[in-house]
């Protein structure tokens, strides 16, 4: 039977009898384990964010005093098939991008003109963005080439899909792109 690193740590007591029977002194491991920040905490299997590969993350989350979840720590996932527990340096710093003090948390609008960033509401945002991508559809539609062949198309907006998006995710995005007539469409993940 292949012993895994996860299978390993979940023998827990029973190794600890069995190091001990084998003659190591196993008292400070014990004393580091009770100390681990990861102690309690809740397991969840992710998908870094940057790049298509699609390594498979593992997310240690704790609920905090005040009733929100506090992400604690990112590592590979060793049963993964892609990365084997592995991930390069940007994927290894993802805790970093999440938990950040520089992250902005809310939105930021910037009107024409102005000298500074105000704090909006997500549906101020959304609605900008709604009226953006409206305006600029109607003014780069184009409903026949110079042919006069029917093409309603939009030749003013691109879409790039994320690295972390799912088949389906992508092709929800490429059908929702082309239904707004969308002919520059990119999608990252080339696995």
């Known amino acids: 039977m292949e012993v895994s690193r996860r299978r390993f740590l979940s023998i827990g007591p029973v190794g600890v009898l069995g190091g001990s029977a084998l003659g190591f002194d196993l008292t400070e491991s014990i004393n580091v384990k009770q100390r681990l920040r990861i102690e309690g905490a809740t397991l969840a299997h992710s998908l ?10 593992i997310a240690y989350t704790r609920k905090a005093a005040n009733g929100r979840t506090e992400l604690l720590q990112i ?3 060793p049963d993964s098939p892609v990365n084997e527990g592995t991930l390069c340096p940007k994927g290894a710093t993802s805790l970093q991008l999440a938990v950040s003090r520089r992250r902005v948390p809310e939105p930021l609008y910037r009107a024409p003109g102005a000298a500074g960033w105000t704090k909006v509401s997500w549906e101020f945002m959304l609605d900008r963005l709604a009226r953006n991508i409206k305006a600029s559809r109607d003014a780069t539609f184009v409903t026949q080439d ?5 093409v309603n198309r939009c030749e003013g907006i691109a879409f790039a899909g994320g690295a972390a998006f799912s088949s389906e995710e992508g092709y929800l995005a490429t059908k929702l792109m082309r239904g707004l007539g969308l002919v520059h469409l990119e999608q990252q993940a080339r696995v």
């Open 75 to 77: 590592e590979g996932d």
């Open 48 to 57: 870094c964010p940057y790049c298509a590969v699609g390594c498979s993350i």
């Open 146 to 150: 110079a042919e006069g062949n029917v």
